[in-house]
């Protein structure tokens, strides 16, 4: 029996599945897709094998790594619905869809990892929250769920209420940052530096901050104060930037994923 079964290798999948591959081994992970092309690609980038019937992944992994669609739940429910056995995991990062609606597909004895990730994982920098189920789950299993999060960047456990407010703080965020790099670049375009040169300026910025903020462990505030000179040229940007709404439109952005996330869930 393989460790770790992938359903789904799309956006969030496939970065997941690379990491393991170099965590486990190419003969510890497996996968399926909705469509025999897909998977094909798939061997073709990554050299693992798939498994064409859904039924058949079951049989052959420990872990079970939920990554579909929302929409795609139901009929993937259906499949795993009786065929779980008790040493099994099912690893979910469906968004909006909680422990308990899981376990009222697959049965309440299921065990469930509920996960967040977020696109950084693509480059081993992804962001991910964790919660389990109430059941009982081994320190091994524990190591193995970690051993995985851990492949593909970082993970913080919390309790599962605080699931819709991860989606906010990390897993739709990468967007806003995307935005804002590519306006900061614009704006350097504005005034003649090339725009592949803007690109490079303006992410390493990001970059380089985000590792001040983890590195330092100082508040962002005094992170920023810190290059803030009296009546220099930062502070009329920061100025600017207030005058604009820019962090109540951050934190608009942020309300408006949360209310999103609850909706999913009717």
């Given at each position: 029996?393989?460790?770790?079964?992938?359903?789904?290798?799309?956006?969030?999948?496939?970065?997941?599945?690379?990491?393991?591959?170099?965590?486990?081994?190419?003969?510890?992970?497996?996968?399926?897709?909705?469509?025999?092309?897909?998977?094909?690609?798939?061997?073709?980038?990554?050299?693992?094998?798939?498994?064409?019937?859904?039924?058949?992944?079951?049989?052959?992994?420990?872990?079970?790594?939920?990554?579909?669609?929302?929409?795609?739940?139901?009929?993937?429910?259906?499949?795993?619905?009786?065929?779980?056995?008790?040493?099994?995991?099912?690893?979910?990062?469906?968004?909006?869809?909680?422990?308990?609606?899981?376990?009222?597909?697959?049965?309440?004895?299921?065990?469930?990892?509920?996960?967040?990730p977020n696109t950084p994982a693509m480059v081993k920098e992804g962001m991910t929250e964790?919660?389990?189920?109430?059941?009982?789950?081994?320190?091994?299993?524990?190591?193995?769920?970690?051993?995985?999060?851990?492949?593909?960047?970082?993970?913080?456990?919390?309790?599962?209420?605080?699931?819709?407010?991860?989606?906010?703080?990390?897993?739709?965020?990468?967007?806003?940052?995307?935005?804002?790099?590519?306006?900061?670049?614009?704006?350097?375009?504005?005034?003649?530096?090339?725009?592949?040169?803007?690109?490079?300026?303006?992410?390493?910025?990001?970059?380089?901050?985000?590792?001040?903020?983890?590195?330092?462990?100082?508040?962002?505030?005094?992170?920023?104060?810190?290059?803030?000179?009296?009546?220099?040229?930062?502070?009329?940007?920061?100025?600017?930037?207030?005058?604009?709404?820019?962090?109540?439109?951050?934190?608009?952005?942020?309300?408006?994923?949360?209310?999103?996330?609850?909706?999913?869930?009717?």
């Open positions: 029996m393989k460790k770790i079964g992938f359903i789904g290798i799309g956006n969030m999948g496939y970065p997941m599945l690379c990491g393991a591959i170099q965590s486990f081994g190419m003969d510890e992970v497996t996968y399926t897709s909705a469509t025999l092309k897909h998977m094909q690609e798939m061997k073709e980038k990554t050299g693992v094998d798939y498994i064409i019937e859904l039924e058949e992944l079951i049989q052959n992994c420990q872990i079970l790594v939920l990554a579909v669609k929302p929409q795609q739940l139901e009929e993937v429910a259906k499949k795993l619905e009786g065929h779980l056995k008790k040493e099994q995991i099912v690893v979910s990062c469906i968004v909006s869809v909680t422990i308990k609606d899981i376990k009222q597909r697959l049965g309440e004895k299921t065990r469930i990892v509920r996960i967040m964790l919660c389990y189920s109430d059941d009982e789950f081994t320190k091994e299993e524990q190591t193995i769920i970690e051993k995985l999060l851990d492949s593909f960047g970082h993970f913080c456990m919390i309790p599962e209420k605080l699931m819709d407010a991860a989606v906010c703080a990390s897993g739709s965020s990468p967007a806003y940052v995307y935005l804002f790099i590519e306006a900061l670049a614009d704006s350097a375009v504005k005034y003649g530096i090339p725009r592949k040169t803007a690109y490079e300026m303006a992410a390493q910025t990001v970059l380089g901050a985000a590792k001040m903020v983890l590195e330092t462990e100082l508040h962002p505030g005094i992170l920023k104060d810190a290059v803030c000179s009296p009546g220099g040229t930062t502070i009329a940007g920061v100025s600017a930037l207030e005058q604009n709404g820019f962090r109540s439109a951050i934190i608009a952005a942020t309300d408006a994923c949360y209310q999103r996330a609850i909706q999913l869930k009717e």
